[in-house]
């Protein structure tokens, strides 16, 4: 049984979802990557976290095409990049998610990176489109405790989650407490300490901490595992990526055993407040030079 995210209004969406971000290499968008993502939807992901700024859409759109099963079934979440943001840039941002996708409607849609000077517009363009029902559940992504503060001041549509760089050398706990406070859950990204594109060697990351290693080996399962579970038992969401079969099958196998409060801790003590990817107090300029390929 999958650990489920269950919303005020009755929705549910699985709390593992799959993340597509450089599967194969940076905006990769061909046969590789709908294979990848079909083989994570055979081995029972629901819940796929994409971006426009992944180049990858397509890719996403086909794989669930080529599942057989029904759009219904899957949680499908993208995000509005920063080059994007502004009332009618995003609603042309998302027209063209939407068509890349080939669906009629997103589950989640983020703002991928604050941007204070047009996160109300961009917020406002969010609110038309759930309202036209083209997106079922609002989101944030990166958002520092200053910017839930400035949304929520004149949001209508409150966010569901906000997705942030969250792993066992970045737990992130003051801003979880802010999230926790206003209602909004906790999405992990790089949860198991980044992916290819971050050029960190594995040995340096959470997946090879010491600490990690032993609690795996008392329950007889990877660090990876430990890893995402510790996420779940504690009402996050987590979104790894995986390209083998071996991780994305494991990735799902969470039930077999439960971390104790002391293992829990262990693994709460390791932050080091290490960011593998974007610091929201100095990300912009950066991302302003990344392009959302057509
Ligand atoms: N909102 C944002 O700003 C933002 C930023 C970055 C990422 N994201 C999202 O978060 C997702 C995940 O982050 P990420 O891709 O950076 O990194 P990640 O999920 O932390 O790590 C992926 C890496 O871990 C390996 N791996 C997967 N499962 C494993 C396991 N059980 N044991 C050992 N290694 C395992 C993968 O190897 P293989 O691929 O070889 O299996 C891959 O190299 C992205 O794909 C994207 O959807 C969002």
Redesign the pocket.
Request: proline content about 4%; glycine content about 12%.
């Given at each position: 049984m999958q650990h489920e995210i269950v919303l005020k209004d009755g929705t549910r969406f699985p709390a593992l979802g799959f993340?597509?971000?450089?599967?194969g290499d940076w905006q990769q968008d061909d046969d590789y990557v709908v294979d990848t993502i079909l083989k994570a939807i055979k081995a029972g992901y629901r819940h796929i976290?994409?971006?426009s700024l992944?180049g990858n859409e397509r890719s996403v759109g086909k794989a669930i095409k080529a599942s057989g099963i029904p759009r219904e079934a899957f949680f499908v979440v993208s995000?509005v990049w920063d080059t994007e943001q502004g009332y009618d840039e995003t609603l042309n941002a998302f027209d063209a998610s939407l068509k890349r996708l080939d669906m009629d409607y997103i589950d989640l849609y983020?703002v991928?990176?604050p941007n204070p000077a047009k996160t109300q517009a961009t917020w406002q363009a969010l609110e038309h489109l759930h309202a036209q029902g083209q997106v079922r559940q609002l989101g944030l992504?990166?958002f520092r405790p200053s910017d839930i503060e400035q949304l929520l001041s004149f949001a209508k549509v409150k966010p569901i989650y906000n997705?942030?760089?969250l792993?066992p050398y970045l737990t992130q706990r003051a801003l979880c407490d802010v999230c926790d406070k206003h209602d909004i859950y906790v999405s992990c990204?790089?949860?198991?300490?980044?992916?290819?594109?971050?050029g960190v060697p594995?040995n340096e990351?959470p997946?090879a901490d010491a600490v990690v290693l032993g609690i795996a080996e008392k329950h007889g399962v990877?660090?990876?595992?430990v890893i995402?579970k510790w996420d779940l038992q504690q009402g996050r969401i987590a979104?790894?990526?995986?390209?083998?079969d071996?991780?994305?099958k494991?990735?799902l196998e969470l039930d077999s055993f439960e971390l104790s409060a002391e293992q829990l801790s262990a693994i709460d003590q390791l932050n080091r407040d290490h960011r593998?990817?974007?610091d929201p107090d100095t990300a912009y300029e950066g991302n302003m030079k990344m392009q959302v390929p057509d």
């Open positions: 993340g597509t971000c450089a599967i976290d994409t971006a992944y995000k983020l991928h990176w992504s990166n997705q942030l760089e792993h990204w790089s949860p198991l300490g980044s992916g290819t594109w971050s594995t990351k997946i990877s660090a990876g595992q995402l979104i790894p990526k995986a390209e083998s071996k991780n994305i494991a990735n593998y990817g974007g």
